[in-house]
């Protein structure tokens, strides 16, 4: 139910909309789609990023706000917590409660290591709960890896590390197996075959579904999973420091717990970083479509260690976040409302674009829309486009949104609007982190060893932008081969002395660098409360 102020806008993109269904938008051109996002695309917007002075990425430019976490002091004074008689010993040490260091955990548990996982929040709090739209496999007749390498490849602006997206692509169609044989409940025709859709920058139908709840069905099972087979979880327990051995090997983490802030030492013989993103950093002042505990802290743990990033600069800003009501502000609109058929329309009732171009053009091309060319609507916190969701069952048939996106559906009918009869407004959310950890094809980061990253903690897999559906992939298809790898090479490591000896270096290098900052890191949580 929209109020008057929304009213001629509305009548406008209703009395085209029979019109904006017949009508093909053309693609971009390769030139107009670098000049959209020269121009529109915040990764472009040099004022908001910063050089960073130290750390192993010196003289790299990352998001203002991400340069004062890395370049941040650390919760603990090196010489303050005893290594000397830890709280727990594992082989495999799991940080990160979510989709991926679940995937891990279980890997590493079948490959026989004593395996832990810490969190921050409890097991499942995580951006893969709140995934929507699916997951990419190339396994239909019609498809290859190869031709999803392509997709991807070109999507990431051909910035991908190749081996990651080979391995990612070619372990696909496995890795849904897995989670169907796990429980996972993908939506099938009659006769049990897997239903796929587009994605942004598919040029096959792979996206695999449960619906729209499709990280929450995922999640759901590996979380089963992982307590089934009596894996400890430490919930509410942070990991603020990784801890090295005297020959500068991972070998664990100094823990907080997030209720007593007391500090617990967990020794292990491999790691795996597996934090998940950075939405909650709200880069440029953007919403976000991410969960509560997304603030990067993977990166930082790494970073001071001496881990390489690789693409930090690089976010992805989902180009369908919603922009009313105020309420859920910045929540994600799943690309699949517009693999259904529901188009982008302007204040004035036009299609402006094809709506499944890559999600950075896409995004770009809403914010050129609604401040260039002055076609955006008034949402009260900021201007958006229409999204018009009515289109999906004039193409689909009666019926389509109840069956395919429930979710969206109950999103908005809490706020009075039914999506099955009136649009929506749309604007960027700040969605995923392109960037992160430098890593091999085996897991580990490429300078530190025995130190494993999965999930959206690493950088490269994806190049500088990422397909929809590719995120969902790169959880399973590294997070089980972090847990695999880091499993097998716990098996020939004897640890060294422990040290924290990194944390007090960085403190030096902060002093030396002449940084002048009272920041600690890593955030753990969004402060809210403090700005308000
Ligand atoms: O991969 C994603 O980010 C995804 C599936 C999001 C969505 O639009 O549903």
Not at 281 to 305: C, E, I, K, W
Request: negative net charge.
């Amino acid at each position: 139910m929209y109020s008057e102020q929304f009213k001629e806008s509305l009548a406008l993109v209703e009395a085209s909309r029979e019109k904006n269904i017949a009508l093909e938008p053309v693609r971009m051109t390769a030139e107009e789609k670098d000049k959209v996002l020269a121009s529109f695309h915040p990764d472009y917007k040099v004022d908001e990023f910063e050089v960073l002075k130290i750390g192993p990425n010196k003289g790299d430019r990352v998001p203002k706000e991400l340069a004062a976490i890395l370049q941040a002091h650390s919760r603990i004074k090196a010489d303050s917590v005893c290594l000397d008689k830890p709280d727990y010993e594992t082989d495999v040490l799991v940080i990160g409660g979510g989709g991926a260091g679940a995937s891990a955990a279980i890997e590493a548990n079948e490959a026989g290591a004593n395996v832990m996982v810490v969190t921050k929040l409890r097991m499942g709090d995580a951006n893969t709960m709140m995934a929507e739209g699916g997951i990419q496999a190339a396994d239909k007749p019609n498809d290859s890896p190869a031709i999803h390498f392509v997709d991807a490849y070109g999507g990431g602006h051909f910035a991908a590390k190749k081996e990651l997206l080979a391995k990612l692509v070619c372990d696909a169609p496995e890795a849904i197996q897995w989670l169907s044989n796990l429980g996972v409940e993908f939506d099938k025709e009659a006769d049990g075959t897997m239903i796929t859709t587009h994605g942004g920058g598919t040029s096959r139908k792979r996206m695999h579904a449960a619906k729209d709840y499709s990280g929450a069905e995922i999640m759901r099972t590996l979380r089963d999973e992982v307590l089934n087979r009596k894996i400890p979880v430490i919930d509410f327990t942070a990991a603020i420091e990784l801890i090295l051995d005297e020959n500068g090997n991972a070998a664990g983490a100094v823990l907080m717990n997030m209720e007593t802030k007391e500090l617990l030492v967990a020794k292990a013989k491999t790691v795996v970083i597996a934090t998940g993103g950075a939405g909650r950093m709200h880069y440029q002042g953007f919403p976000t479509s991410n969960h509560y505990g997304a603030t990067a802290d993977g990166l930082v743990l790494g970073y001071r260690a001496g881990a390489k990033l690789l693409y930090a600069e690089t976010l992805q800003y989902h180009p369908t976040g919603v922009a009313f009501p105020d309420q859920i502000f910045g929540a994600l609109v799943t690309e699949k409302v517009r693999s259904l058929g529901a188009k982008l329309v302007n204040k004035n009732g036009e299609v402006f674009m094809h709506p499944l171009e890559t999600r950075d053009v896409t995004a770009a091309s809403i914010i050129r829309e609604c401040s260039e060319r002055g076609n955006g609507i008034d949402c009260g916190n900021g201007l958006g486009v229409w999204l018009d969701t009515p289109m999906i069952e004039k193409i689909g048939g009666e019926g389509t949104i109840m069956s395919r996106i429930p979710a969206m559906w109950r999103m908005f009918e809490k706020y009075g609007i039914d999506i099955r009869y009136e649009p929506i407004l749309v604007y960027p959310t700040l969605h995923y982190q392109n960037g992160g950890l430098d890593i091999n094809v085996n897991g580990m980061t490429t300078n530190i060893k025995n130190l494993f990253v999965a999930g959206e903690a690493v950088g490269g897999i994806h190049g500088k932008n990422r397909l929809m559906g590719n995120s969902l992939l790169d959880i399973i298809v590294f997070g089980r081969n972090a847990g695999i790898n880091a499993a097998a090479a716990a098996s020939s490591v004897n640890l060294g002395k422990l040290t924290l000896s990194h944390v007090e270096k960085f403190e030096n290098e902060i002093a030396e660098a002449g940084i002048n900052t009272d920041t600690v890191s890593p955030k753990l949580l969004p402060d809210y409360t403090k700005k308000r």
